[in-house]
């Protein structure tokens, strides 16, 4: 059914389906205007989507991150909870995987 309305059926990422293998494939996300930072400082990152946890990486330089976190559906109750050690499992390097909590950390204070 869900295949009849323009796409495959999606799924929330129970802890990214239990590091199931991570998705990635090429997709294009649109940039952000910078004055989007300012929303997410509105809305707690624990109630973010996927759509505003993609947004927010763009807005923060993390372009590497973005695609499979949109391609696995993660969103804020995700990346709040993730640690350096998951995202490697993921397929982030280690400075990747600390320059990302970082920024998580830095806005979610």
Known sequence: EDEQKGGPKQTKHPYAQAHAPFIS????????????????????????????????????????????????????????NVDKETLVEMGFSSFQSIKLIGKRDKQNK
């Open 25 to 80: 494939s090429s997709s294009s996300t649109s940039t952000v205007v910078a004055d989007e930072q300012d929303t997410f400082s509105f809305v707690p990152m624990l109630k973010w989507d996927t759509d505003m946890v993609v947004r927010w990486m763009d807005c923060n330089k993390l372009a590497f991150a973005m695609e499979i976190f949109a391609n696995n559906h993660l969103d804020g109750s995700f990346l709040v």
